[in-house]
Nanobody
Framework: QVQLVESGGGLVQAGGSLRLSCAAS????????MGWYRQAPGKQRELVAD???????NYADSVKGRFTISRDNAKNTVYLQMNSLKPEDTAVYYC???????????????WGQGTQVTVSS
């Protein structure tokens, strides 16, 4: 059974930094794209950043220049370094991974349990 386990959320003052981690565990063939989404109260879940298996990155306009996504394929882990945090970054952050379970299988979406990030003004 595949699991995504997140860590690194918390409370930080505006202008501060946090680093989120998400590790995939279980039995699978490979991981293609990995990414981070967030959902603030009363809002829809939105893409923050994603990264392909080859390292191509994509960011939401609201976080460009402040957040950096990276991955360690050997550890099946994706990271999100968040700098210059703003109160509007407050949300539950979810890890996502597109995982191929078997050699002939198609990729399936997996989600972490979510980690709270709160930025105080």
């Amino acid at each position: 059974q595949v699991q995504l386990v997140e860590s690194g959320g918390g409370l930080v003052q505006a202008g501060g930094s946090l680093r989120l981690s998400c590790a995939a565990s279980g039995s699978f063939f490979r991981i293609s794209a990995m990414g981070w989404y967030r959902q603030a109260p009363g809002k829809q879940r939105e893409l923050v950043a994603d990264i392909s298996s080859g390292g191509s990155m994509n960011y939401a306009d609201s976080v460009k220049g402040r957040f950096t996504i990276s991955r360690d394929n050997a550890k099946n882990t994706v990271y999100l370094q968040m700098n210059s945090l703003k109160p509007e970054d407050t949300a539950v952050y979810y890890c996502n991974a597109q995982i191929v379970i078997t050699y002939y299988g198609r990729s399936l979406d997996y989600w972490g349990q979510g980690t709270q990030v709160t930025v105080s003004s």
